[in-house]
C-alpha cells in the first residue's frame, strides 16, 4: 500500500513563506502528476497545483504568482513553495498521486496564516 506523507506545514504571519514536501513512505513506482490540494474549514477540498512528470503545472487562480509546485523525480517528491501568504490560505493541505487509474492521498499537513 503507497502512502504519502507530507510535511512542512505550520503557522505562519501574513506575508511569510512556508514549503511543503510530500514524498512516499518507501520506494515506489515513479508517479504520473502529482498536485495539492487544499480543505479550508467548512468548505471543500480544492485544487492548489498540479505538475506532470514532464514538468508541466497547472494552478488555481488564487495562488497564481505566489505559489510554486515542483517535483524531484529521482525521490519522487513534490514540493509547494508558499509565499505572500494570505489568511485564506489558511487550510490542510493534501498531496495528491496518480500513477495509472490508480489515485493515492497523504494525510494531509495544516497550514495557518495569522498575525
Known amino acids: 500500500q503507497v502512502q504519502l506523507v507530507e510535511s512542512g506545514g505550520g503557522l505562519v504571519q501574513p506575508g511569510g513563506s512556508l514549503r511543503l514536501s510530500c514524498a512516499p513512505s518507501?520506494?515506489?513506482?515513479?508517479?504520473?502528476?502529482m498536485g495539492w490540494y487544499r480543505q479550508a474549514p467548512g468548505k471543500q477540498r480544492e485544487l492548489v497545483a498540479t505538475i506532470t512528470s514532464g514538468g508541466n503545472t497547472n494552478y488555481a487562480d488564487s495562488v497564481k504568482g505566489r505559489f510554486t509546485i515542483s517535483r524531484d523525480n529521482a525521490v519522487n517528491t513534490v514540493y509547494l513553495q508558499m509565499s505572500s501568504l494570505k489568511p485564506d490560505d489558511t487550510a490542510v493541505y493534501y498531496c495528491?498521486?496518480?500513477?495509472?487509474?490508480?489515485?493515492?492521498w497523504g494525510q494531509g499537513t495544516p497550514v495557518t496564516v495569522t498575525s
Open positions: 495528491k498521486a496518480d500513477r495509472l487509474w490508480n489515485v493515492y
Open positions: 518507501g520506494s515506489v513506482f515513479r508517479f504520473d502528476a
